[in-house]
């Protein structure tokens, strides 16, 4: 079983739409990123977070320690918003090595 | 502007040669990561680096070599012994400690016919 589970796999939504991504973790942690992969793979990151919630522009990420989850929501949501979301964890420990979930590929139509 | 530069973007190369790619950071930072992307999967720590002249095993290491000869540099060699090079290959980059964000690269997508 992974470490990282997201869901869903896939989410198609029409412009204007409210997007939610979970992604649920089975190690303790001491941060969690989300990030975005456009087409072409670039990774970019949104938002590293160990505690309750952080907000950027129409992005918002909240984390619940106990219940080891988080969600990333993109409110309004845009085509431009189209791309691959995944979270990863940090568990503790000395180094920074991240464990990666699969990914959550969002697609967005006009 | 500070980042992490990877190149080529697309490399190709044939079954048995080794082929080094490139991954540059100008932030100052002292980690350095390398990891594999194949469809479907997550991406997978290959090597990692905290300090010049040291580097460690990831999970999937075998058929890969690196070095960190300076500090702005963590050139990975996918080697010959490599059964299934073919992949997307990212660098990324974090400052010492646990709150430091990391940056990632734009990667390398490796075909090997």
């Known amino acids: 079983k992974n470490e990282v589970e997201q869901s869903p796999q896939n989410l198609t939504a029409q412009e204007g739409e409210f997007i939610t991504i979970n992604c649920s973790y089975s190690?303790?942690?001491?941060?969690l990123h989300w990030l975005q992969q456009h087409p072409g793979g670039g990774i970019v990151s949104l938002f590293m977070?160990?505690?309750g919630k952080k907000k950027h522009g129409r992005l918002i990420a909240t984390i619940n320690i106990q219940e080891k989850h988080s969600s990333l929501h993109i409110t309004a949501s845009h085509p431009r918003d189209s791309a691959v979301y995944i979270c990863?964890?940090?568990?503790?420990?000395?180094?920074?090595?991240?464990?990666f979930g699969k990914g959550t590929l969002l697609t967005v139509n006009p | 502007d500070g980042g992490i530069t990877q190149s080529p973007k697309y490399l190709f190369r044939k079954e048995g040669q080794n082929v080094t790619l490139s991954c540059e950071q100008n932030?100052?930072?002292?980690?350095m990561y390398w990891y594999r992307q194949d469809p479907g999967q997550g991406l997978r720590l290959i090597y990692y680096?905290?300090?010049?002249?040291?580097?460690q095993k990831g999970d999937i290491a075998e058929g890969y070599s690196v070095s960190r000869e300076k500090k702005e540099s963590f050139p990975l060699t996918v080697t010959s012994a490599q059964k299934n090079p073919t992949a997307f290959y990212l660098c990324?980059?974090?400052?010492?400690?646990?709150?430091?964000?990391?940056?990632f690269g734009q990667g390398t997508r490796l075909t090997v016919v």
């Open positions: 990863a964890v940090k568990s503790g420990g000395s180094n920074y090595k991240l464990t």
């Open positions: 190690v303790g942690i001491s941060a």
């Open positions: 977070l160990s505690s």
């Open positions: 932030l100052n930072h002292d980690a």
């Open positions: 680096s905290q300090i010049v002249n040291d580097f």
């Open positions: 990324a980059s974090n400052s010492w400690g646990q709150r430091t964000e990391a940056f």
